[in-house]
């Protein structure tokens, strides 16, 4: 089962792949109409599932249910036939994810930990989890603040800053989100030999642990 590097970044990119049907349903939507974005989101919703089974042999759940919420809020907004019901759609998938991602970190176990092992495995120290859940966290309060922008759009901005909101700030600030994130990722990835110079005690202790070194072994895992 092929697995790509461990690294944030990695996991960055990941997530934009499961919010394909997400941001495919803003984008048909914002051109072609409600329904043809809950039918895109539908279509882009499997096809996302069946290529991420195929490749890494798991559900991607994040994925999936972001289609359904979409499938069913758009679904309904399509029913009710109702404008506010209409503006509303976008805010109520947002406000649910946001819900989802906090709720995660809440539990002690971060959505995106499980995007994390479903992809790469399991964790591989307690660090990769602090920034997991740190990713976690300014996702949910930017979906939830957006939201909320949204929602107050609606209600006393008029519809064309609804879509202004929905849309291009989206967008926007979806973009920004991404980018922090990948600079948080280098940044913390940093070489460890930065640390080594800074401090002989683990430059020696990372010098024995090299091939070939003659006091190489393996660490007790009983040491911490």
């Not at 919010?19 to 919703?45: M, S």
């Not at 700030?169 to 940093?190: P, T």
């Amino acid at each position: 089962m092929p697995t790509p590097p461990v690294n944030r970044t990695t996991l960055v990119r990941g997530l934009v792949f499961s919010l394909v049907p997400l941001l495919g349903f803003y984008l048909v939507d914002e051109y072609l109409g409600l329904f043809w974005g809950v039918v895109a989101a539908a279509l882009l919703g499997v096809g996302e599932v069946l290529w991420h089974y195929l490749r890494y042999r798991t559900l991607d759940t994040l994925a999936l249910g972001l289609t359904a919420m979409v499938v069913f809020s758009g679904g309904l907004s399509v029913l009710l036939q109702s404008p506010l019901a209409f503006m509303f759609q976008p805010v109520v998938i947002e406000a649910l994810f946001a819900g989802i991602l906090l709720g995660s970190v809440l539990r002690g176990r971060s959505l995106l930990t499980v995007l994390y092992e479903s992809r790469l495995g399991p964790l591989p120290n307690r660090a990769v989890a602090s920034a997991l859940d740190g990713t976690s966290v300014r996702l949910g309060m930017f979906f939830l603040l957006h939201a909320g922008l949204t929602g107050a759009a609606a209600l006393f901005l008029g519809k064309g800053w609804w879509a202004l909101c929905k849309g291009p700030f989206f967008y926007l600030l979806f973009g920004l989100i991404l980018v922090l994130e990948v600079v948080l990722a280098r940044r913390r990835n940093r070489p460890q030999a930065e640390t080594y110079d800074r401090d002989p005690g683990l430059e020696e202790a990372y010098r024995r642990l090299q091939p070939g070194h003659p006091r190489s072994s393996r660490p007790n895992s009983s040491s911490r």
